[in-house]
């Protein structure tokens, strides 16, 4: 279960990034928003998923509440999801 977490963390940061970056460019800058709605759908999915998780392997971590308030935190600041990765599954 930890390492279908560890995965569907990476692939959910991964899609944020792309959602902030190249999704916007396209919208923003060159008024297509065709890239959003193609990134947005999957992102949306693997967050939900890596919330649903990370409250499922709270116990099999020892997480605290306070350590998962973390892991929840973490999935909407950029970056945050490989944090996670790093500090408290590895």
Same mark, same amino acid.
């Given at each position: 279960?930890?390492?279908?977490?560890?995965?569907?963390?990476?692939?959910?940061?991964?899609?944020?990034?792309? =959602?902030?970056?190249?999704?916007?460019?396209?919208?923003?800058?060159?008024?297509?928003?065709?890239?959003?709605?193609?990134?947005?759908?999957?992102?949306?999915?693997?967050?939900?998923?890596?919330?649903?998780?990370?409250?499922?392997?709270?116990?099999?971590?020892?997480?605290?509440?306070?350590?998962?308030?973390?892991?929840? =935190?973490?999935?909407?600041?950029?970056?945050?999801?490989?944090?996670?990765?790093?500090?408290?599954?590895?």
């Amino acid at each position: 279960m930890k390492l279908i977490f560890r995965i569907i963390g990476i692939l959910e940061g991964i899609s944020f990034l792309l =959602l902030m970056s190249v999704g916007l460019y396209f919208k923003y800058v060159l008024n297509d928003a065709s890239y959003v709605k193609l990134l947005g759908m999957p992102h949306g999915l693997l967050f939900m998923l890596y919330l649903i998780l990370a409250y499922l392997i709270k116990k099999e971590m020892n997480w605290s509440n306070k350590t998962l308030a973390i892991v929840f =935190l973490s999935a909407i600041i950029p970056f945050g999801t490989f944090y996670v990765d790093i500090k408290y599954l590895r």
